[in-house]
Structures are given as structure tokens and as C-alpha cells.
């Protein structure tokens, strides 16, 4: 008896003449394409597993169990906030005006879905305070992309595009910032932190010249910490001619408290599968809208939906730069992103903000008797741990802390980041995580430093109870298994 083994690839599974459907025979006469297809036509068909309906649905829902999701547990990935999503968005996003839409169609019969979009530009407009804004961009690092080619437009339009050629990137920026900056075909110049970990005002002061086409901020920082000099860092650049560009990456401890625009930004974007409840991971799929002030909407990316009476209508911006994306963006993400706001209101959302705060400040509290906190302040939507010292007493880094928190059910949170911290843990609990929640990732941490005291083995070879011990991720990343090799198992299988 051959037994199916559920640590097995779909391929190790298959057995000759089984199969998981039964189409109904084509009335479309069949058509013979290798001799158009020259040298790309396949030699042989193509060597497909061969599974019942019933070994295929077991065989994926068992690796779908593997996976953690924030619907398995505490996720408190620092500055990704990996929050929960609620159901109601997939409920909007599945109805048939939206789900069955098509980009090419006339947009006269489209003008539900053409109004969703106006709406929510109106509505992130209010969220940003800026004047104009377009949902083109599918994801954050799109966005950013799309905000500093709009700043590159803008200077060639006033005859400075051959001068403005320096972004100003903080130290502790995300790594998009400064490759955004490069892949639009401008130079970078770091600023440094602070002691406190933020921007130093003077180092700004110093780095700008004729040359400077704008700076790129997070606020509140990839440390958690709001940048309280940051309008008056934008009014030295401005004074020096350039722009600034605020990265909304962390917009989910701001709203309906300050904004981008009163800070006196130019240009920010955001991200719609973080802030707003689009679906985040794995890659995609993402929203990363940018907002403009007066000046620069002539230039940001289109067609955008503008309203003409009763009628929703695309519009290219005059002097866009172009597309950066194929149609209108992430369709999909943006109604989910729609029915969070309506859902929450300008109330909701501010509260959504103070939660985030508060919850990410309650657990700093509980846990910085144990782990280092380098910026004991007041945080915003996350904070930072320095495990330099566990490192030196227990041989225990960050990545043990990580891997070792697996064990309890939460996933570990951003490692290594940002740069500024050494063995760093970035934490951010959400506003979506509950009191009982906060209490128990805080009892895991405490757990985790007693045991990296008493038996710092079990740290450093976590994690112990996933389906996966602890993973050579050099070796993953340099040499992966990307395709399954049928003469190397037949071979072994002999």
C-alpha cells in the first residue's frame, strides 16, 4: 500500500491516470500551431502531475496550513504593518461591477467603478491635504518612483532639469528611497541621524546647494520616531529650490492628526495594502497612489478620473511624464482601500491612527526592561530593539529572536533594520492587535530573554516547532530550486 506522504511535492504524488477534472468535449476545431512556433513549439507535451480533485485540494490546504498569515497570529512586522484586513472588503471587492470590470471598456459603461476611483482620490486628497492625486501606481516603491519622476518633469519644465540632479536620502530611510532616487537619473547624498535617531537639521542645512532636486522623508521614521523638525528641514530645501517628497509608509500613525501637505511637503505617496487595508505580502498585489501639491499636478502619471457633470471621465494631466503602469492601477486594491475609509470615516481613521501609537508604546513599555530600547521616547507606529548586548553575554542575535518567537505562534518582526541600529528588531504591533494580543507577544519576549540567559542553545537553533527547522537562507537566496527535476527523482526513485 502506497501511502500519501503530505511532506511531498505535487509531483511525487502523481500517479498515471488520475485526474482532477472532466471538460466537455471542444466544439472548436483543433489547430496544429508548431509549424508557426518554428524552434519555440514543445518536443513533447508537457509532464503535468497527475492528482485526483481530492489529493489536490488535500495536498494544497496542508501547505496553505503552513503558511503564517496575520489570521495565525500576532504579526508585528515592523514598518510593512502587516494588519488585519477586514471581510467586508472582499465582500465589496467580489460584487460583479467591480470583480467582472474590464479596463478597455467603454467607460460609459463603467461609470460605478470610474466613480469609486474619483471618490477615493477625493477622499486620500482630504487624508494627504494635497491638491491633486492619481491611483496609477501599483505599489509603494512605484509610487515613490512616480512622485520623483514628477519632480524631475517639473524642473525640466522651468529650464532647472540639468541642474537639480541631488536627492537627500536620511540614513535611516527605506532602501526604496535611495534606488527610487537612482533609477530616476539622480545622485544621492546621505544625511545623518541624530543621536535621538532623528534627521539632524544641521547636516540638511549643510547638503544643500543649486544642485539639490528635492529630499525623501519617512515620518514617522523606520525607527518609529515622528520627525519633529520636519517642516523645518522642508523649508531648507525649499529655500534652496528643491522639493520634498514625504514617504507615506507609515501614514497609519498620522491620519486625522497631521499630514504630508501640513508639513508643507510637495509630494507624498501611499501605500493602499498597508494603511488602508488592501492585502499585503508575498509580493503583491499593492496601491501606492501619490499626492501633489498644485505645481506638480500638471505632471504626475495618468489617466486619472476627473468629474464633468454627472459623468466620470480619464484625463491625461497635461504635461504628465506619462504611464507608469499599464491602465489605472491595482483596480481591486483601491476598492478595498474605498470600503475601509467609507467604513471608518475621518473619525474612524483617526482613531485607527491613536490605536497604532498607543498599542506600539504599550508594548515598548513591557519589553524594554529586557531588550534594549536605543530611542526610549514616545513612539509612533513602531519601535526598535538593540540586541547588541545579547549578542555579546548569550551569543543570541536578533535573528534567533526572530526565528525563536516562531515557536509561540507570532511571527518575528523586521530584522536588521533600519541600518542605524545594530541588531535591530523593528516592531509594530497595529492598531488592529488587541490588549490580551499585545500581553502575550510581550510574555513571549520576556520568556525568549530568560531563556537566552539559562539555555541560549534553544534560542540560537530555533525555531523548533514549525513544519520547517531553520533554513540556510544564503543558500536559498544564491542557488535556489526553482524547477522540478523528474530525471533526478526517477533516478532516486530506481
Given at each position: 500500500m502506497i501511502l500519501q506522504n503530505y511532506d511531498s511535492l505535487i509531483f511525487e504524488i502523481s500517479q498515471e491516470g488520475h485526474t482532477g477534472y472532466d471538460l466537455p468535449v471542444s466544439e472548436v476545431e483543433e489547430y496544429d500551431l508548431t509549424s508557426e512556433l518554428g524552434e519555440l513549439a514543445r518536443k513533447e507535451p508537457a509532464r503535468l502531475p497527475e492528482v485526483s480533485e481530492l489529493?489536490?485540494?488535500?495536498?494544497?490546504?496542508?501547505?496553505?496550513?503552513?503558511?503564517?498569515?496575520?489570521?495565525?497570529?500576532?504579526?508585528?512586522?515592523?514598518?510593512?504593518?502587516?494588519?488585519?484586513?477586514?471581510?467586508?472588503n472582499e465582500d465589496i471587492a467580489a460584487l460583479d461591477g467591480f470583480s467582472n470590470v474590464h479596463p478597455q471598456q467603454d467607460p460609459d459603461t463603467a461609470q460605478g467603478a470610474l466613480q469609486l476611483m474619483y471618490e477615493l482620490q477625493e477622499a486620500l486628497k482630504e487624508v494627504t491635504e494635497f491638491d491633486a492625486l492619481t491611483l496609477q501606481p501599483a505599489a509603494g516603491a512605484q509610487g515613490e518612483l512616480a512622485a520623483i519622476m514628477t519632480f524631475k518633469a517639473y524642473f525640466e519644465s522651468i529650464g532647472e532639469g540639468d541642474q537639480r540632479k541631488v536627492i537627500l536620502i536620511p540614513d535611516s530611510a527605506h532602501g526604496t528611497n535611495p534606488a527610487t532616487a537612482m533609477v530616476a537619473g539622480f545622485k544621492t547624498v546621505e544625511l545623518p541621524s541624530t543621536p535621538e535617531g532623528i534627521i539632524d537639521v544641521e547636516a540638511v542645512r549643510a547638503a544643500v546647494g543649486p544642485d539639490t532636486a528635492g529630499i525623501m522623508i519617512t515620518n514617522p521614521s523606520t525607527a518609529g520616531l515622528f520627525e519633529r523638525d520636519a517642516k523645518e528641514i522642508v523649508d531648507i530645501v525649499h529655500e534652496a529650490g528643491g522639493l520634498a517628497f514625504y514617504d507615506g509608509a507609515n501614514t497609519?500613525?498620522?491620519?486625522?492628526?497631521?499630514?504630508?501637505g501640513?508639513?508643507?511637503f510637495d509630494a507624498c505617496h501611499l501605500n493602499l495594502h498597508k494603511t488602508f487595508t488592501?492585502?499585503?505580502?508575498?509580493?503583491?498585489?499593492?496601491?501606492?497612489?501619490?499626492?501633489?501639491?498644485?505645481?506638480?499636478?500638471?505632471?504626475?502619471p495618468g489617466p486619472?478620473?476627473?468629474?464633468?457633470?454627472?459623468?466620470?471621465?480619464?484625463?491625461?494631466p497635461e504635461q504628465s511624464f506619462g504611464r507608469v503602469k499599464g491602465d489605472y492601477g491595482n483596480f481591486g486594491v483601491n476598492v478595498r482601500a474605498y470600503t475601509y475609509i467609507r467604513a471608518m470615516g475621518a473619525e474612524g481613521l483617526r482613531r485607527a491612527s491613536e490605536d497604532a501609537v498607543l498599542n506600539a508604546n504599550y508594548l515598548r513599555v513591557r519589553v524594554k526592561d529586557?531588550?534594549?530600547?536605543?530611542?526610549?521616547?514616545?513612539?509612533?507606529?513602531?519601535?526598535?530593539?538593540n540586541l547588541t548586548r545579547h549578542k555579546r553575554d548569550y551569543k543570541v542575535n536578533a535573528k534567533d529572536v526572530g526565528k525563536?518567537?516562531?515557536?509561540?505562534?507570532?511571527?518575528?518582526?523586521?530584522?536588521?533594520?533600519?541600518?542605524?541600529?545594530?541588531e535591530c528588531l523593528m516592531v509594530e504591533p497595529t492598531e488592529t492587535e488587541s490588549k490580551r494580543d499585545l500581553d502575550y507577544v510581550a510574555d513571549v519576549l520576556i520568556k525568549i530573554n530568560q531563556e537566552a540567559i539559562e539555555n541560549s542553545e534553544v534560542v540560537q537553533t530555533a525555531p523548533h516547532n514549525t513544519p520547517v527547522r531553520r533554513l540556510d537562507e544564503a543558500g536559498a537566496s544564491r542557488k535556489p530550486i526553482l524547477k522540478y527535476n523528474f530525471e533526478?527523482?526517477?533516478?532516486?526513485?530506481?
Open positions: 489529493q489536490i485540494l488535500r495536498h494544497y490546504t496542508q501547505l496553505s496550513n503552513r503558511n503564517f498569515g496575520v489570521e495565525s497570529g500576532p504579526y508585528p512586522l515592523g514598518s510593512c504593518t502587516m494588519k488585519y484586513n477586514p471581510k467586508i497609519n500613525a498620522i491620519m486625522g492628526i497631521t499630514s504630508p501640513a508639513m508643507g488592501g492585502p499585503h505580502g508575498g509580493g503583491g498585489p499593492g496601491s501606492g497612489p501619490i499626492g501633489v501639491v498644485s505645481k506638480l499636478a500638471p505632471f504626475i486619472n478620473v476627473v468629474k464633468n457633470g454627472d459623468k466620470y471621465e480619464f484625463e491625461m529586557v531588550f534594549d530600547a536605543p530611542f526610549d521616547q514616545f513612539n509612533k507606529n513602531d519601535f526598535v530593539l525563536r518567537l516562531l515557536d509561540y505562534g507570532v511571527h518575528a518582526p523586521t530584522t536588521y533594520f533600519p541600518l542605524i541600529v545594530e533526478e527523482h526517477e533516478s532516486q526513485a530506481q
